[in-house]
């Protein structure tokens, strides 16, 4: 992931990673009662099935779910 700050919905991009034409980024919005999700993306701008969690760690757990699912 480049330093470009990106954001969807409220949310900062703060982490991801990208296989193949695919990328999987974890966003932070601490005013929101989730305030993590995991999406998918596509062109940097296409935000699409969202897991919204209470934790780093449980966001982290889906984009690792979503990475080994994705090879």
């Given at each position: 992931m480049d330093t470009e700050k990106r954001s969807?919905?409220?949310?900062e991009?703060?982490?991801?990673?990208?296989?193949?034409r695919k990328e999987i980024v974890i966003g932070y919005h601490p005013?929101?009662?989730?305030?993590?999700?995991?999406?998918?993306?596509?062109?940097?701008?296409?935000?699409?099935?969202g897991c919204y969690c209470n934790t780093i760690e449980a966001a982290r757990k889906k984009l690792i779910e979503r990475y080994q699912d994705e090879c």
């Open positions: 969807n919905q409220g949310y991009i703060i982490e991801g990673c990208t296989i193949g005013k929101a009662p989730n305030p993590y999700v995991c999406w998918y993306c596509k062109d940097r701008s296409n935000y699409y099935q």
